[in-house]
C-alpha cells in the first residue's frame, strides 16, 4: 500500500518547489576536514508539557540519525543557576516510525484531499523510503562519468531531506514519523529545565556535537511573538520587513485597505534557505507592488512555526510615495556682473513636470564640498534667476542649483564655477632656500604664496645682479593643480667658469594671469673645483723638548684649515699632528724625543673640501742638554740610640733616574759613597762609620742614562760619637 505513495510526490513536489524557487537555496559545502555534525533544538512550554522540535541538515547526519536515533536528557535548572544532573527522557534513542508503524497510519487515517500538501506523504518517501531505496546506488552507464553520478546522487539525498524537513514543519505528525519530534509530560509549571540531544555516534570521520536548550515552562502565548514591523515606502510598492527566528519555517503576508478585511498576497508560503546564519541579517522581507502612491494599507505577517502552527508576527500600515526626483537643472557658467554680485542663471524643460515645488542655491568653495543654501526661504519654481551677494572675494566660488518636488524629492545640477574679474596681482615670492652640488644640479625652493587662486610661478636666471634675467621656468597651467603648489625647481649650470655666483628671481601667476612683482634676488656660489695652493714650511727652530714650525699659509681665498703632518724619519706612514686655522702660520711640536730626527710638512684644505698638494719637507732633531732638575729639601739628621745617620729629599717623578750619595770624614774632600739605581729612592740610611767618631758630611745628584746629571745638593752634616 505505501508503494502508492510514490505517486503523491509528482503531485507534492510540484507545490514545494513552487516555494523553493523563491528563494536563494543554498547547500554546506564538502570540507577535507573530519565533519562535525550538528543538530539543531527548540522546544515550546504550555505549563503541562513541553514540546522539542529537532533537526539535521547533512544528508550522512541523518542518515546516521535514523540507524541510531536521538539521544535526549533532561535536568532541572535551579533558581541559583545551577543545574542538576541530566537523565534520560526516554528509554531508547528517539528515532523515525518503523515501516510498519507508517503502513498502519496510512490506512487508519481519514482520504487526503489531494489539491493540498500531504506533508505525511512527503515525510515517509522523501525522509524513509521503501526498504533498500536509501542505500541503492546504480553504476553508471557505459561512457559516463561517475564522479557525476555520486553528484548527483548527493544533491537528490540533499533536495529529499530539505523537503522532508519542510514536511516536519508543516505536520507534527510527519515531525513524529521522522523522529523530530517528542513531548515532555514529566513537567511542573514555572520550572526551568535544560535539555541536550546528542547521537551516540563517532568515527575517524564523522562525530556530533551536543547541542543544549534551556527554558522555563509557562504557558504558551502566542503574542509573545508580536514584533514591530519595517516598512520602506517605495515608489509603486512597498517593502514589509520583518526579523525571523530559527523556530519560524515560512511566512505568510496579508493586506487591507479597510484596515479590516485582509487578503493574503503570497499564492504559496514565503521561504528564504541560507546556509549559515553569517549569510543573513536575521531579516525577511516581502515586496507588494500591486498599490497606488499615497494609499494607505495595512499589512498583517504570519510565521508558519516548526510545530506546525501560524501565529502573527505583527501589523503596520504603510503607503507607497513618490521618490522620483524632478529634472537636473541646467547651470551655465555664472557672471561676475558687479564688484559685489554673481548672477546665477539655470534652466528647465518647458513646461516643467507638474510637481516642481521651487529651488535653493546652493555654494562651496570646494567642487566636491557640502553646498549649503545661500538664502533661507526657498525660490518660487518659476524662478531661474539669482543673484548672490555673499560669495567669497578670497577664495573659489561653486554654484549648485537644487530643484525640489512637492514629495520633497531633490534633484542638484552639476557644480558650476565662477570666474571673479580679478586685477590684483599676487605677492611677490619669497625665497626659501638655493643650493647648487658639485654637478652644477641647482635646487631652488620657494616659500607657498598665499592667494587662493594662484595658479603658479617663474623663474628667471642671470649670471650677474645687473644683467638682464632671461626666463627659464613656467610652472603655471590654469588645468593643473599639481603646478599650483610645485614651489621646488632644478636648474644646470656650467661649473668651467670664473664666476663664482649665478643670479635668480622669481614672480607670481594667478588664474587671471597677473603677474606678481619680481622677487628679490638669490645669488647662489659654484661649487669650488680648484683645489688651494699648498702652504710653504720656512723654517723649524729645535730645542731639547720642542720643536717650532714656521710656514707661509695657503694664498687661497678660501682656505679653512691647515693640516701638519708628522713622521719619524725613515717610516712612510704620516700622522696628523695638528689642524690649524686659515690664518695661523706657527705650530710648537712638544711631543717629540731627543736626539730622534723627525720628518714636517702642511696641506691645505678650503671650504669645498679640497685640498691642496703637500708642503716641502722639513727635517728637525731635538738635542739633549743633559741637565736634570736640582735635588729639593736634602735633610741629614742622626739618630743616637740606632747610631744612623737618616738622608731624605724630594724629587720629580721622573723615569731612567738614579741617585749617588757623596761622604766625607773631617776635612777630608766629598767622594762617591753609594748609588741608588731605584728611580723611586727618595731616602737613606747609613749605619758605616768606620772612621770613628767625628764629623761626617753627606751631598746627593742626581743622574740619568744619557749623562745627564743635576747640580749637587747642598752639603749636610752630622756628629758621630
Known amino acids: 500500500m505505501l508503494k502508492n505513495y510514490r505517486s503523491l510526490l509528482n503531485q507534492t513536489c510540484k507545490i514545494i518547489l513552487s516555494i523553493l524557487l523563491l528563494s536563494n537555496i543554498t547547500f554546506p559545502q564538502n570540507s577535507e576536514e573530519p565533519i562535525k555534525l550538528k543538530i539543531g533544538l527548540t522546544a515550546r512550554s504550555y505549563g503541562d508539557s513541553i514540546y522539542l522540535r529537532w533537526a539535521v541538515t547533512n544528508p550522512i547526519a541523518w542518515r546516521l540519525a535514523k540507524e541510531n536515533g536521538f539521544i535526549i536528557e533532561k535536568a532541572r535548572v535551579l533558581p541559583n543557576g545551577n543545574t542538576e544532573k541530566y537523565t534520560l527522557i526516554t528509554e531508547q534513542p528517539v528515532k523515525p516510525w518503523p515501516y ?52 548527483e546522487k548527493r544533491s537528490s539525498q540533499e533536495w529529499a531531506l530539505l523537503l522532508s524537513l519542510i514536511a516536519a514543519n508543516n505536520s507534527l505528525t510527519a515531525a513524529e514519523g521522522l523522529g523530530l519530534f517528542y513531548v515532555d509530560r514529566n513537567v511542573k509549571e514555572n520550572e526551568t529545565y535544560s535539555y541536550r540531544i546528542y547521537i551516540n555516534y563517532k568515527s575517524n570521520l564523522y562525530s556530533f556535537d551536543t547541542t543544549y536548550f534551556s527554558i522555563k515552562n509557562t504557558k504558551f502565548d502566542a503574542k509573545r511573538e508580536l514584533q514591530q514591523l519595517q516598512a520602506n515606502e517605495n515608489d509603486g510598492s512597498i517593502e514589509i520587513i520583518w526579523d525571523t527566528d530559527f523556530q519560524f519555517s515560512t511566512y505568510n503576508v496579508e493586506r487591507s485597505e479597510d484596515k479590516k478585511t485582509f487578503k493574503r498576497l503570497n499564492d504559496s508560503p514565503l521561504l528564504t534557505l541560507k546556509s549559515a546564519p553569517s549569510d543573513s541579517l536575521n531579516k525577511d522581507s516581502f515586496i507588494d507592488t500591486t498599490i497606488i502612491n499615497y494609499k494607505p494599507y495595512t499589512y498583517r ?10 501565529i502573527l508576527l505583527g501589523e503596520i500600515t504603510a503607503m507607497g510615495r513618490d521618490r522620483t526626483p524632478p529634472e537636473q537643472p541646467y547651470v551655465p557658467q555664472p557672471a561676475h556682473i558687479d564688484e559685489k554680485k554673481v548672477r546665477i542663471t539655470w534652466q528647465m524643460a518647458d513646461p516643467p513636470a507638474a510637481d516642481l515645488a521651487g529651488f535653493y542655491i546652493g555654494r562651496d568653495s570646494l567642487i566636491d564640498g557640502k553646498y549649503n543654501y545661500i538664502h533661507k526661504t526657498p525660490l518660487s519654481k518659476d524662478t531661474r534667476e539669482f543673484i548672490d551677494t555673499t560669495f567669497s572675494k578670497n577664495n573659489y566660488n561653486f554654484y549648485t542649483v537644487f530643484a525640489f518636488d512637492t514629495a520633497g524629492n531633490f534633484n542638484s545640477s552639476y557644480p558650476v564655477y565662477v570666474v571673479l574679474n580679478d586685477t590684483v596681482p599676487p605677492a611677490p615670492p619669497k625665497w626659501k632656500e638655493a643650493f ?16 587662493f587662486d594662484l595658479m603658479g610661478y617663474r623663474i628667471l636666471k642671470a649670471n650677474a645682479p645687473d644683467h638682464e634675467f632671461s626666463s627659464i621656468i613656467e610652472s603655471f597651467d590654469p588645468d ?23 643670479y635668480y628671481r622669481a614672480t607670481a601667476l ?31 727652530f729645535v ?25 719619524v724619519n725613515g717610516e712612510e706612514k704620516w700622522d696628523t699632528l695638528a689642524v690649524l686655522k686659515s690664518k695661523d702660520s706657527v705650530y710648537v711640536d712638544d711631543k717629540v724625543s731627543a736626539n730622534i730626527t723627525y720628518q714636517y710638512c702642511l696641506f691645505a684644505v678650503d671650504s669645498s673640501n679640497l685640498k691642496s698638494e703637500l708642503s716641502f719637507i722639513l727635517e728637525a732633531r731635538p738635542y739633549y742638554l743633559g741637565i736634570l732638575p736640582d735635588i729639593k729639601n736634602f735633610n741629614v739628621s742622626f739618630d743616637s740610640e740606632k747610631k744612623s745617620a737618616n738622608l731624605s729629599w724630594i724629587y720629580e717623578d721622573k723615569e731612567g733616574i738614579y741617585f749617588v750619595i757623596y761622604r766625607a770624614f773631617e776635612n777630608q774632600p766629598l767622594t762617591r759613597y753609594k748609588t741608588l739605581k731605584s728611580s723611586e729612592a727618595r731616602n737613606y740610611i747609613d749605619t758605616d762609620f768606620s772612621n770613628g767618631s767625628g764629623k761626617y758630611f753627606y751631598a746627593i745628584k742626581a743622574f740619568d742614562n744619557y749623562s ?14
Request: aromatic residues 8%.
Open 510 to 540: 594667478d588664474n587671471r594671469y597677473n603677474e606678481s612683482d619680481f622677487s628679490q634676488i638669490i645669488a647662489v656660489p659654484r661649487p669650488d673645483v680648484v683645489p688651494p695652493t699648498a702652504p710653504v714650511l720656512t723654517d723649524a
Open 708 to 721: 745627564g746629571e743635576s747640580k749637587m745638593s747642598d752639603k749636610k752634616e752630622v756628629l758621630y760619637e
Open 480 to 502: 593643473s593643480s599639481e603646478l599650483r603648489f610645485k614651489v621646488e625647481f632644478k636648474d644646470t649650470v656650467d661649473l668651467q667658469t670664473t664666476t663664482k655666483y649665478v
Open 436 to 451: 647648487m652640488d658639485s654637478n652644477g644640479v641647482v635646487t631652488l625652493r620657494l616659500q607657498s604664496n598665499k592667494e
Open 543 to 567: 730645542r731639547d723638548k720642542d720643536v717650532t714650525l714656521k710656514f707661509i699659509p695657503s694664498e687661497s681665498e678660501d682656505v679653512k684649515n691647515h693640516f701638519v703632518l708628522k713622521r
Open 301 to 310: 505577517v504570519y510565521a508558519m512555526t516548526v510545530f506546525a502552527d501560524e
Open 100 to 151: 510498519e508503524k507508517w503502513e498502519e497510519y496510512f490506512e487508519s487515517r481519514p482520504p487526503k484531499d489531494v489539491s493540498s500538501l500531504d506533508n505525511e506523504g512527503i515525510a515517509f518517501t522523501l525522509g524513509i523510503g521503501e526498504k533498500g531505496d536509501e542505500e541503492k546506488l546504480d553504476l553508471p552507464q557505459e561512457n559516463e562519468d561517475l564522479l557525476k553520478s555520486i553528484k
